[in-house]
């Protein structure tokens, strides 16, 4: 699985980095990113979690 954020949607809460913080960050500007190219198959369900958390959808999977 391949997991993406979107700049123009986030907004930084940080629900996703402190779901997964093996995939998601906080970058300086104060966005979220994917850490990693690849989600491994520990943490998918983890992504799957913190997409539908996300309060504007940033978060998008090729899955």
Do not use: R, Y
């Not at 906080?26 to 690849?38: I, M, Q, S």
């Not at 369900?45 to 958390?53: R, T």
């Amino acid at each position: 699985m391949k997991a993406k954020v979107d700049k123009d949607l986030c907004i930084g809460c940080g629900a996703c980095q402190a779901i997964v913080p093996e995939v998601f960050e906080l970058e300086d500007d104060g966005l979220a990113h994917c850490k990693v190219d690849t989600v491994s198959k520990d943490n998918e369900e983890d992504v799957i979690d913190a997409l539908e958390s996300c309060p504007t959808g940033a978060i998008a999977t090729d899955e």
